[in-house]
């Protein structure tokens, strides 16, 4: 059975910063397309936030988050990372992580949920000022 599990999610002061973990399991880390962060708040659509390559690390950004975020990965660990610093109220969410493994999802672009057929259960990320 697939599982992705994330960890890592709380409340924080503005400017402060946590570090999300999403572990893989019960499927081999290495044959995964890429891996995502989606967020979704109240009131708002699901956003995608990070992406990366589990073959060659290659990543993307939404604008929003440039510049204070960081996807990451421990391959061996099977293990995704989101590194957030200064973290603002408005980066309140649910955070999921998202795999790509099937090849007739692959002509959906990286970011668009519909390639993502594998998903967490989220952790809430709370920011205050």
């Known amino acids: 059975q697939v599982q992705l599990v994330e960890s890592g999610g709380g409340s924080v002061q503005a400017g402060g910063s946590l570090r999300l973990s999403c572990v893989v399991s019960g499927y081999t880390y290495s044959s995964i397309l890429d891996m995502a962060w989606f967020r979704q708040a109240g009131g708002k659509g699901r956003e995608a936030v990070a992406g990366i390559y589990t073959d060659g690390g290659t990543t993307d950004y939404a604008d929003s988050v440039k510049g204070r975020f960081s996807i990451s990965q421990d391959n061996a660990k099977s293990t995704l990372f989101l590194q957030m610093n200064s973290l603002k109220p408005e980066d309140t969410a649910t955070y999921y992580c998202?795999?790509?493994?099937?090849?007739?999802?692959?002509?959906?672009?990286?970011?668009?949920?519909?390639?993502?057929?594998?998903w967490g259960q989220g952790t809430q990320v709370t920011v205050s000022s």
């Open positions: 998202a795999a790509a493994t099937s090849p007739s999802r692959y002509s959906y672009a990286m970011f668009h949920p519909m390639r993502y057929n594998y």
